[in-house]
């Protein structure tokens, strides 16, 4: 959103869920299994908001979404009670609240497998989200998983970022760039 706001970026929204991409893994233990489960519910209500109001909608969710979780720290609710949890969220962002009937929509999972598959075939197996995809479409066109960030950068400092993952992402042939220690989360 920083970076889109000083350039002139069209974001494209695809979803990559979680809960299918660890489906098969047996190491996950319930509470993230259930976790990936809200989760995947968000993404069938980014679903039926896009097949009703498009792009700019599922734009508009995702940064509700963010907001709710990481900036108000209101994940529990989410977990307590996914309906409810979804519905209060749409409902203080705009949204019609009735939207969250689609958690338990399943005709979007075909959607959603479809473009998780895509995801992990540009970028290969063992990663999560997010997942960027630089200059889709062209010759050029690369994807990358991260950054995976614990703070917002702000103005010039998120285009720095933005431009030095871009560049390792479609000029380097890099495959990986990580470390485990991270600061506190810090979203505002």
Not at 28 to 43: I, K, T, Y
Not at 64 to 83: M, S, T, V, Y
Not at 140 to 146: I, K, T, V
Not at 170 to 178: F, I, Q
Request: hydrophobic share 45%; no cysteine; glycine share 8%.
């Amino acid at each position: 959103m920083e970076v889109r706001e000083q350039r002139d970026y069209q974001v494209v929204w695809r979803p990559i869920s979680l809960k299918i991409l660890n489906e098969a893994a047996a190491d996950v233990d319930p509470e993230r299994r259930r976790s990936q489960a809200v989760g995947h519910a968000g993404l069938r209500i980014a679903g039926a908001l896009e097949a009703a109001h498009g792009n700019e909608a599922v734009d508009r969710f995702y940064t509700a979404a963010g907001e709710f979780i990481h900036r108000q720290r209101r994940a529990a609710e989410l977990k307590a009670d996914p309906a409810a949890g979804w519905a209060t969220l749409l409902g203080e962002h705009g949204f019609d609240p009735a939207v969250a009937a689609a958690i338990d929509d399943e005709s979007h999972d075909a959607a959603i497998r479809a473009a998780t598959e895509l995801a992990l075939a540009r970028t290969g197996k063992d990663v999560g989200t997010p997942i960027l995809t630089f200059h889709p479409g062209r010759p050029e066109e690369n994807s990358f998983f991260g950054p995976v960030i614990s703070s917002i950068p702000r103005g010039e400092h998120a285009v720095r970022l933005w431009d030095a993952v871009e560049l390792i992402a479609t000029s380097s042939g890099m495959a990986e760039l990580k470390r485990s220690n991270r600061a506190e989360l810090d979203f505002r």
